[in-house]
């Protein structure tokens, strides 16, 4: 019972005169006790897509593609949608205060925190915070909302009572994401949702960038009484991943492909997807990522749980991998625990779960006495484990052949628990829907999906939206369509091998997880895919994006492919899967894994779009389902026009300028001509501007290297690089294709770069100042800001030489 329907029921009382014990009555910090006893201690709190009113009676969950929040009538399993509210752009996250009377919803690319009324189910007040809010949390006795804000790098204060922000908190790290908050409010953490360099660390980047051990996780920790921030625990990399993910060779130390897998793999937290207090511990799921080669479908990524000691602010265990032991499990049963976002745990027991939205299930944890997580998976290939994953498929559909991939919740990205431990409520991302779980009794192996109830409308079949929604579930997902292999058959899928690793491992939500990656070419920063088209500017025809109408870049920093279809190769390749192309371009059928690479070329003879319905859906989703980051620089902003002035005079339009801020833009329909290609490159979208250092190779020991070689190669960049984008630039460091420059300003020292787009080479950025207000100007472009469309290529720079 809520306090407004308590209250209710006691001034109804006092008017019929019915006797009424109102001093047993108390306030209980999360709803109403009624004379049995004390008031209950608090909770720590979370941010989350979903949550669960205080009386267990309503769930609230958003629609991140529908900009809005449903409510659920969960009393007694009634598990009925009962509203759908329209609130901002983009929301991510929801928090209902104490009293269930208000709820709170951040919308990242509004910018806003939607204030609903429970009783009117209607928005009362919007609050203008900082720019992409993402996490919010309410403090255990509601009284304050802190709001995480992505691209700004801050953290809004809010007060309820006034619903207006009171302060902003500066300092908390690069793109804060998730937030928990202590029972006794004191601490505010915050996860830093992309891997930093450790500050200890000696090495330039051109050696750490590319490394196992280049980056460290951070959750940042405020003072919650003072809002000052009090420090950083620092989330050390893995040392080693495990015995059964060794490497064959190390590209770094130069040891070369050797056929024996003898190297030790480590690995960094990344893509801290939240964080949530349990005790006096508190626990970060993310994506662990392993960038030195040789690349190897189970030596890229990691899923991993961080421990955190909240009494002391430190690192309290060894990141898990919750991939050991995994490898040990029969076919038929085996899944890789790819990309967990969320953990929730029980009040009852020290047992809790993970939504694994790469697989679409719940992963069962269970605490040791001193707090250290465990799955309780295999310990050898004749221990059967423990590990329980619980399918978010409902009871009609468990039992479905479900070929496609298309049956069942998709891409869980958030849970909450009732307060008797008895049910688990699932935000299902991509399916648009909520899963209720039974998670009652002693007995975890009869955890199972009761209901799944929708919570926003999905596009109507057929339609050109439905296509690009296949595509983002695809990009997000290591499942997809069964094979026949041993790898790919179910529970797994064609996306990888037994659910290894996806898209979003290294683009999440399709932009970049900021990792330099030792791969064939060299080493290779993820490149943010919001511009991999002109926006607005894509053709699509039969679910295909037509080339060159559809206004692409060239692909990669090498310009090595011209289709987004050729990326086929890295799910094979790169994830270990089956692949989705089963007829090549001859009419020939393709075998599974890399056994196809052969038959799906990158560039020549032949091209790979048209080849497979999911593969296309995959392009289009890239031409026109990807939210670029949105700028905390306003455009009006004076250094920003002044730093507008200084690009054009400089020059530098003419490679970064046109329409999507880059000179790349495919003009022929795949496959190029065979005088296009040199070295396996499209060399004539490649730039020379004094980004490539030949001795960062012959050196011995930085990362111009390739990997996945028989022998040592110098990295390719002799012939130049293919110009990115400069859209959300800002959101996107390092920079250069090696990682080399820590900031906009480091990219900017180099004089060969600056000086490219003017045929003279004059050098106007000679000072500080200058420069300063280009970077001013470069960090305020996103989707809104005008392009500069003078352009003229550097025909020196540009091009075959």
């Not at 290894?500 to 290779?524: E, I, K």
């Not at 980051?629 to 455009?635: A, M, R, T, Y």
Request: with cysteine; glycine share 8%.
């Amino acid at each position: 019972m809520t306090k407004r329907q308590l209250m209710r029921q006691i001034v109804a009382a006092a008017i019929l005169g019915i006797p009424f014990l109102l001093g047993a009555a108390i306030w209980a910090g999360g709803g109403l006790a009624l004379a049995a006893g004390k008031k209950q201690p608090p909770l720590a709190t979370r941010s989350s897509p979903i949550a669960i009113t205080h009386d267990d009676e309503f769930v609230w969950s958003v629609n991140p593609d529908n900009d809005s929040v449903s409510v659920f009538n969960v009393t007694s399993d009634q598990n009925a949608k009962v509203a759908e509210i329209t609130v901002g752009k983009e929301p991510w996250c929801v928090a209902v205060t104490p009293d269930d009377e208000k709820v709170y919803v951040a919308n990242m690319a509004g910018g806003t925190v939607s204030v609903v009324s429970t009783v009117s189910k209607a928005v009362v007040r919007t609050i203008k915070v900082g720019t992409e809010p993402f996490g919010c949390a309410l403090t255990p006795d509601g009284r304050t909302l802190y709001v995480a804000n992505q691209s700004s790098d801050t953290v809004s204060v809010i007060d309820t009572k006034r619903d207006r922000v009171i302060e902003t908190i500066e300092g908390v790290g690069v793109k804060p994401h998730g937030i928990a908050i202590s029972a006794d409010g004191s601490r505010v953490f915050v996860t830093q949702f992309l891997a930093q360099k450790p500050d200890d660390d000696p090495r330039p980047l051109t050696q750490s960038e590319g490394a196992d051990n280049g980056r460290e996780g951070r959750v940042t920790v405020i003072n919650g009484h003072n809002n000052h921030v009090l420090g950083v625990v620092r989330l050390a990399p893995i040392a080693d991943v495990g015995s059964a993910f060794r490497s064959d060779g190390n590209t770094l130390l130069r040891e070369p492909l050797t056929t024996v897998f003898d190297n030790v793999s480590g690995a960094f937290p990344n893509l801290l997807e939240s964080i949530t207090i349990n005790g006096d511990r508190a626990y970060v799921p993310g994506t662990c990522s392993s960038p030195n080669g040789p690349f190897r479908f189970n030596v890229n990524v990691q899923s991993c749980l961080s421990t955190i000691d909240v009494e002391r602010n430190l690192e309290a265990f060894a990141t898990l991998n919750m991939n050991v032991g995994v490898n040990f499990e029969p076919v038929g049963k085996k899944l890789f625990n790819t990309n967990p976002f969320a953990v929730a745990f029980k009040r009852s027991s020290a047992e809790g779960f993970i939504a694994l939205a790469a697989t679409n299930r719940l992963l069962r944890v269970t605490l040791n006495d001193d707090g250290s997580p465990t799955i309780d998976p295999p310990l050898n290939a004749g221990d059967p484990g423990n590990i329980i994953r619980i399918e978010l498929k409902d009871p009609g559909e468990i039992g479905l052949a479900d070929d496609a991939d298309t049956v069942g919740g998709k891409n869980p990205r958030g849970l909450v628990l009732n307060s008797t431990d008895t049910r688990a409520y699932v935000m299902d991302f991509l399916s648009r829907d909520i899963a209720v779980v039974d998670v009652s009794g002693d007995d975890p192996t009869l955890y199972r999906t009761l209901a799944r109830v929708e919570s926003a409308d999905l596009p109507a079949p057929g339609s050109d939206a439905a296509v690009v929604q296949r595509g983002k579930y695809l990009f997000n997902t290591a499942i997809g369509p069964v094979g026949a292999q041993p790898n790919s058959v179910r529970p797994a899928g064609r996306m990888s091998d037994t659910g290894w690793g996806t898209c979003y491992s290294c683009h999440p939500n399709a932009l970049t997880d900021s990792v330099t990656w030792m791969f064939a070419d060299g080493p290779r920063q993820a490149i943010s895919m919001e511009s991999t088209f002109e926006f607005g500017a894509a053709n699509i025809v039969n679910g295909v994006p037509l080339l060159p109408n559809s206004h692409q870049r060239a692909l990669n920093w090498s310009a090595v492919r011209d289709e987004v279809q050729d990326f086929t190769r890295n799910v094979r390749a790169v994830s270990g899967g089956g692949g989705l192309v089963r007829i090549d371009a001859n009419g020939a059928p393709v075998p599974e894994g890399a056994a196809g690479l052969a038959q799906l070329p990158d560039l020549r003879p032949t091209a790979n779009s048209g080849l497979s319905a999911d593969l296309d859906a995959i392009a289009t989703y890239l031409a026109v389902g990807v939210r670029a980051p949105i700028s905390p620089v306003p455009s009006h902003n004076l250094g920003a026009l002044i730093g507008r002035v200084v690009f054009t005079a400089q020059g530098c339009q003419n490679c970064h300028g046109g329409k999507n801020w880059t000179i790349s833009t495919l003009d022929y329909t795949p496959p190029p001509a065979a005088t296009e290609v040199v070295d396996a490159q499209l060399v004539r979208f490649l730039c020379r501007v004094g980004t490539f250092d030949p001795a960062l190779f012959t050196d011995g020991v930085s990362n111009e290297i390739r990997a996945n070689n028989a022998a040592n190669v110098q990295a390719r960049g002799v012939l130049g690089f293919n110009v990115p984008s400069l859209i959300s630039v800002f959101a996107s460091a390092p920079y250069l294709h090696s990682g080399a420059a820590a900031s906009l300003d480091d990219v900017l020292r180099n004089v060969t770069h600056r000086t490219a787009g003017r045929a003279d080479h004059v050098d106007l950025l000679g000072s500080p100042l200058v420069r300063g207000f280009l970077v001013q100007f470069l960090r305020s472009i996103d989707r809104d800001t005008d392009p500069v469309l003078n352009v003229t290529p550097p025909a020196n720079a540009c091009g075959p030489q």
